[in-house]
Nanobody, 125 residues
Framework: QVRLVESGGGLVQAGGSLRLSCAASGRTFSSSAMGWFRQAPGKEREFVTGINWNGAMTNYADSVKGRFTMSRDNAKNTVYLQMNSLKPEDTAVYYC??????????????????WGQGTQVTVSS
């Protein structure tokens, strides 16, 4: 079983940056596709970005393209989310998730097998 632990969330002003990390334990991490999702109060959990097992392919939601960058370091069992030019509408709990079966056909929450506990990101205007 893979365990995910997110870190790096916090309070930042609009236009600022944050870097989230997600540390994984378990042998399937290096072969898993990984994703970042977020959930704002009163809203459904939504896809932010995903990456395939070796980092060669990334996918981004339109709302974060050009501002967010996802990467992974399989030697450290960690994925990262660099968030720049943050906006108040980016405020949410951010979750790291993994798909142990490979790159999912759809980057939706239902396609992911294991999840972290989430980290709060708050962007003030």
């Amino acid at each position: 079983q893979v365990r995910l632990v997110e870190s790096g969330g916090g309070l930042v002003q609009a236009g600022g940056s944050l870097r989230l990390s997600c540390a994984a334990s378990g042998r399937t991490f290096s072969s898993s596709a990984m994703g970042w999702f977020r959930q704002a109060p009163g809203k459904e959990r939504e896809f932010v970005t995903g990456i395939n097992w070796n980092g060669a392919m990334t996918n981004y939601a339109d709302s974060v393209k050009g501002r967010f960058t996802m990467s992974r370091d399989n030697a450290k069992n960690t994925v990262y989310l660099q968030m720049n030019s943050l906006k108040p509408e980016d405020t949410a709990v951010y979750y790291c998730a993994g798909n142990a079966w490979g790159t999912p056909a759809r980057w939706t929450p239902e396609e992911f097998d294991y999840w972290g506990q989430g980290t709060q990101v708050t962007v003030s205007s």
